[in-house]
């Protein structure tokens, strides 16, 4: 359920904790100058990328996401954003360059206007977001990705709460699979999610011991998950469109 008090804006601190995770919600849709200021920031392989979108929403949502994340990470790592060197893993997922403060490591994702980021000392982070929406959410694409056992519960919702369960398990696999960075190598029906709204979130897959799973709310009319290798952590979130100028511009020393 969605609490708006867990994403008060509180002071920000750039020092994460073992036991923290600090999870980031940014609104997307940004002012203009606000963008200009976030692609000044890209390497020149992302902003190729950016302009190899199609639709202008795409490319902005892009150049957003990846300015934000590394204005974000910039202050975890006293380090300029524009400076920053990113590694890919085999698969796709981005991890500082080893040059930088490997420690921390991150995750992002994006869904409509909303991203959600991720931020942990010393543990692989996943995370998902997505827009609750009843015309993508269906038995006939569930079967396609989703365990028998998904596809069970999934049935045996209300239809009012036949969207919601879809996307929590969407948002709990995608965040499993991003944590471990493996992408679709990994069978989607080769481990199991609880999907019921309401009730507690749940991971069963052959390494579930590894990893501990979150409920993220960003929104109402969204649902997120996070996947955190180790022991349950403390989330602590923050809105970067809250973050307060002075913030912004405090001294980069965490
Ligand atoms: C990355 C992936 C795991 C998820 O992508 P997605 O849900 O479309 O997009 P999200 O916005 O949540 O995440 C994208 C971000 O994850 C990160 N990422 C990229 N590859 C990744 C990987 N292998 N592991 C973890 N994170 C990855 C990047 O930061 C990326 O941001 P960018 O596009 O700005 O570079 C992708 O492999 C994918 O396409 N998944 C298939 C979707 C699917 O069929 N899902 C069924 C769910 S039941």
């Not at 977001?129 to 989703?146: H, K, M, N, S």
């Not at 049935?155 to 995608?174: D, H, N, V």
């Not at 749940?202 to 979150?214: I, K, M, P, V």
Request: glycine residues 6%; charged residues 25%; proline residues 7%.
């Amino acid at each position: 359920m969605f609490d708006a008090s867990l994403w008060a804006a509180n002071p920000v601190q750039f020092t994460l904790a073992p036991d923290e995770i600090h999870v980031w919600r940014a609104n997307l849709d940004c002012e203009p100058a606000s963008l200009r200021a976030l692609e000044t920031t890209l390497a020149p392989g992302e902003q190729a990328r950016a302009d190899r979108f199609r639709f202008p929403q795409d490319r902005n949502a892009f150049i957003a996401t990846r300015g934000i994340l590394r204005e974000l990470l910039g202050k975890y790592v006293s380090r300029a954003p524009a400076e920053l060197l990113f590694d890919y893993g085999d698969r796709g997922k981005p991890s500082l360059h080893a040059s930088s403060d490997q420690s921390i490591q991150f995750n992002v994702s994006r869904s409509h206007d909303l991203a959600l980021l991720a931020f942990a000392a010393k543990r692989s982070v996943g995370i998902d977001v997505e827009l609750v929406r009843p015309d993508f959410a269906g038995i006939e694409i569930a079967q396609r990705y989703f365990s028998p056992q998904e596809i069970e519960e999934l049935k045996s919702l209300p239809p009012q709460s036949l969207a919601e369960g879809f996307f929590l398990c969407w948002t709990r696999k995608e965040a499993y699979v991003k944590a471990r960075g493996e992408g679709m190598q990994i069978p989607l029906n080769s481990f199991r999610v609880s999907l019921t709204p309401g009730q507690p979130a749940r991971l069963e897959s052959t390494d579930s011991a590894r990893w501990c799973l979150h409920i993220v709310t960003p929104d109402p009319r969204y649902v997120g998950a996070l996947v955190a290798e180790g022991k349950a952590a403390r989330i602590r979130y923050w809105n970067w469109n809250a973050m307060d100028p002075a913030a912004k511009n405090q001294s980069q020393s965490p």
